[in-house]
């Protein structure tokens, strides 16, 4: 009886971990994706965020990219690398596969996926992340893994985490992006016209 009931409270004190891991990791999510409250521009927040997850998830290679005017993905965020890659064509490297599929790549070992583009040597894992709104690709987030810190499956579901919540987010700082482009371009032409009149 006493050999099954410490068997039940080891269960119970690893389950109890587990879970107020999950909290703390959901709680340093949701500090980390505060800044889009449409009060700084989304480049600017999205570094934030960037920064935000390599300190508080302690991974050594974050970046996110968003869509351009020219059907690519542009790097708005980066930490941790040297030479990242700017500009990555949809459906080119692990980033641009996530982008084409609209689903997850989780890549163990890149040196054996022959879509993977090396931006540093050390990097030995990879997870992209669709950023998606009701089917809409709003960016990819990318986490890569060292030698010396590798990445695994609760990688995965971190990056699957963060990616639906800052989706919406993202959609209506977006929105609140493109209304103040077209509230500035409407003030010019007031401008405009009231120096011909």
Request: net charge negative; charged share 25%; no cysteine.
């Amino acid at each position: 009886v006493v050999q099954i009931a410490s068997a039940a409270e080891a269960r119970a004190s690893r389950y109890a971990a587990r879970s107020r891991a999950r909290v703390d990791a959901l709680e340093k999510l949701e500090l980390v994706g505060r800044g889009f409250d449409g009060s700084r521009p989304v480049r600017e927040v999205i570094q934030g965020l960037v920064d935000g997850v390599a300190r508080e998830f302690e991974i050594t290679l974050v970046s996110m990219y968003l869509p351009d005017d020219t059907g690519r993905l542009s790097m708005v965020g980066v930490a941790g690398y040297h030479s990242p890659f700017h500009v990555i064509d949809i459906g080119v490297g692990v980033i641009g596969r996530a982008a084409s599929t609209r689903e997850t790549q989780f890549v163990a070992d890149v040196l054996a996926d022959p879509d993977y583009r090396a931006a540093r040597d050390d990097v030995r894992s990879e997870v992209a992340t669709p950023i998606l709104h009701d089917g809409e690709l709003l960016g990819v987030g990318n986490v890569e893994g060292t030698l010396a810190r590798p990445l695994g499956p609760s990688h995965v579901a971190l990056a699957e985490m963060l990616a639906r919540s800052i989706a919406a987010a993202l959609r209506s700082a977006r929105l609140d992006e493109e209304r103040r482009e077209r509230l500035h371009a409407i003030e010019r032409v007031l401008e405009v016209s009231r120096g011909l009149v």
